[in-house]
Nanobody, 125 residues
Framework: QVQLVESGGGLAHPGGSLRLSCAAS????????MAWARHTPEKGLEWVSG????????YYADSVKGRFTISRDDAKNTLYLQMNSLEPEDTALYYC??????????????????WGQGTQVTVSS
């Protein structure tokens, strides 16, 4: 059974940092593209970042480029999102997602095979 469990969310001040983790199980993690997305009532679901198997190819939404870093540890079956220079606009429920094997359309939600339950990030002074 596929499981994705996010952790690391919480409250941060503007300019602060948080590191999200996503522990994966039930599938061959190293073979799959993985991504982070976030949801707010105002904007709905927004793709944030993606990473291909091997970890050498990473992609970012313009809104987070230069501030967020996605990475993966295939030995630990874990996906990460390092978030620096946080802004109030980054406040959202953050999800990790398993893209279908060989997939490349990060914002096409039907391409995803599974999602975690989410972790809340709140950026406020």
């Amino acid at each position: 059974q596929v499981q994705l469990v996010e952790s690391g969310g919480g409250l941060a001040h503007p300019g602060g940092s948080l590191r999200l983790s996503c522990a994966a199980s039930g599938f061959a993690f190293s073979n799959y593209p993985m991504a982070w997305a976030r949801h707010t009532p105002e904007k709905g679901l927004e793709w944030v970042s993606g990473i291909y198997p091997g970890g050498t190819s990473t992609y970012y939404a313009d809104s987070v480029k230069g501030r967020f870093t996605i990475s993966r540890d295939d030995a630990k079956n874990t996906l990460y999102l390092q978030m620096n220079s946080l802004e109030p606009e980054d406040t959202a429920l953050y999800y990790c997602g398993q893209l279908r094997r060989g997939g490349s359309y990060w914002s096409m939600w039907e391409e995803y095979e599974s999602w975690g339950q989410g972790t809340q990030v709140t950026v406020s002074s």
